[in-house]
């Protein structure tokens, strides 16, 4: 059986500093709050709770005085705030990439752009970014184009992880719709490196496995580009999934893993293939 691993695989630059930049915080502190998960992943979040970190879904659950970590995601500016009230210290990891996104939102609003902001309605990213104005409004897929109003001038982001493929599309509908129109592409350059590698290794392997945690809405997307390319396609959280058990009718096995993935999981898979 012939096995190739994406080189595009695993944890992304945010990510992993986000996860590293937590382990040494509770080294320091024992115990921090996290507001939401800080990567879609249950392997890594139960690893981390063990180790001391207790994830929160609202700031209203954080006590005052405590140790708060802000995850790559980010947050709405609003949240900044509201830890400042309740004396809270913020340890800030947001990716500088989504730092940006808020930056360039927060310009377009005040230079009086209609700002569309095309990714997932309830993904964290998404959420965070949409509080830096007043007037975003979340563009999920090209069949939502026709109810938008007509605007005079539109500024026109994108969710990091969101796919490169969809969103060639939605800009092409867009210039379309509206003469005075700016765009900027802040689909993450290493999801785009990986999900082009995705595509081109489910083009060539007999099957596919796409790694990640359920609710990783990137280890998501690799998975749809995947399963386009190729039917005999699974996503799995690790090597306890029956269905690896598929391959062995296979020749060729080609693995791509999601942005909030460890290495250790690809390699406990790959492992379990190599010795089936
Ligand atoms: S996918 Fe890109 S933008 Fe998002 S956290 Fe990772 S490095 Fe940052």
Not at 121 to 136: L, Q, R, W
Not at 170 to 187: D, T
Not at 245 to 268: F, H, L, Q, R, W
Request: proline content about 1%; glycine content about 6%; aromatic content about 8%.
């Amino acid at each position: 059986m012939k096995i190739v691993i994406g080189k595009n695989s695993g944890f992304c630059f945010g990510v992993r500093r986000a996860i590293t930049g937590v382990e040494e915080q509770i080294k320091k502190y024992k115990q921090v709050e996290c507001l939401g998960h800080l990567v879609h992943n249950e392997v890594v979040t139960s690893e981390l709770e063990e180790k001391g970190v207790r994830f929160v879904n609202s700031i209203s659950e954080v006590k005052n005085n405590s140790v708060l970590v802000i995850r790559a995601h980010g947050v709405a500016e609003n949240i900044y705030k509201e830890a400042n009230q309740k004396n809270i210290k913020l340890i800030d990891y947001t990716c500088p990439k989504v730092c940006q996104i808020h930056k360039k939102i927060k310009e377009a609003a005040n230079n009086g752009y209609q700002i569309i902001l095309i990714g997932k309605k309830d993904h964290p990213e998404v959420i965070g970014s949409k509080g830096y104005a007043d007037n975003v409004i979340v563009l999920e897929s090209i069949d939502d184009i026709d109810r938008l109003d007509n605007y005079n001038k539109v500024f026109v982001i994108v969710q990091t992880t969101f796919s490169y493929d969809k969103y060639k599309l939605i800009e092409e509908a867009l210039r379309k719709k509206y003469e005075k129109i700016q765009f900027v592409n802040s689909i993450c350059e290493s999801t785009r490196l990986r999900q082009e590698e995705c595509k081109e290794i489910a083009r060539k392997v007999d099957f596919m496995i796409i790694i990640g945690g359920t609710k990783s809405s990137n280890t998501q997307k690799l998975y749809d580009i995947a399963y386009s390319t190729n039917k005999n396609c699974i996503m799995i959280q690790d090597e306890n999934d029956d269905r690896i058990k598929e391959c062995k009718k296979y020749d060729t096995i080609g693995i791509m893993s999601g942005a909030s993935t460890p290495d250790y999981i690809v390699e406990n898979i790959v492992n379990k293939l190599n010795n089936m």
